[in-house]
């Protein structure tokens, strides 16, 4: 236990560090992790709406592109009290089963889908999210209300 309180503020502290380091070019509101920006919701959304407030602030919404991002992303949720998750800018709308990213219609290249996911329950899930407290990828229905991060 004591183990992981360590490792918890040891990411903190070096997420922090880094964010510092590579300077704010983002603008008020957005964190910078790496050469993106970043915006946290303050409040929950649904998939339709969460694209259309990052599309409405030149961003898109969230699209991992690695484990690493995955890790930062994990953390500032966590640090912000997020309960539940993020929306992920993938969609098998089009395609059943055929996951692919809402800015360019393509297959992710990084994926960290859950065990036994994506698994269409109920036939009504056809939009990913990060599962904080499963620290993976899940489908679910797209009506439904949760955080975004929007990046540019």
Known sequence: MESGK??????????????????TNCGKGWVQFGKKCYKFSSYTATF??????????GARLLE?????????????????GYGFGVWLGLTDLQRE???????DARRPRYRNWMRGEPNNGNRNEHC?????????????????KINFVCKK
């Open 6 to 23: 360590s490792q918890l503020w040891f990411l903190i502290i070096v997420s922090l560090a880094f964010t510092a380091v590579s300077g």
């Open 128 to 144: 990913a999210m990060y599962w904080i407290t499963r620290s993976g990828w899940n489908d679910t229905v797209c009506k439904g």
């Open 97 to 103: 089963g055929q996951y692919v990213t809402m800015s």
């Open 64 to 80: 991992l592109q690695s484990k690493v991002e995955e890790n930062w992303i994990d953390l500032q949720c966590r640090v912000r």
């Open 48 to 57: 339709k709406d969460a694209m259309v407030i990052c599309n409405n602030n």
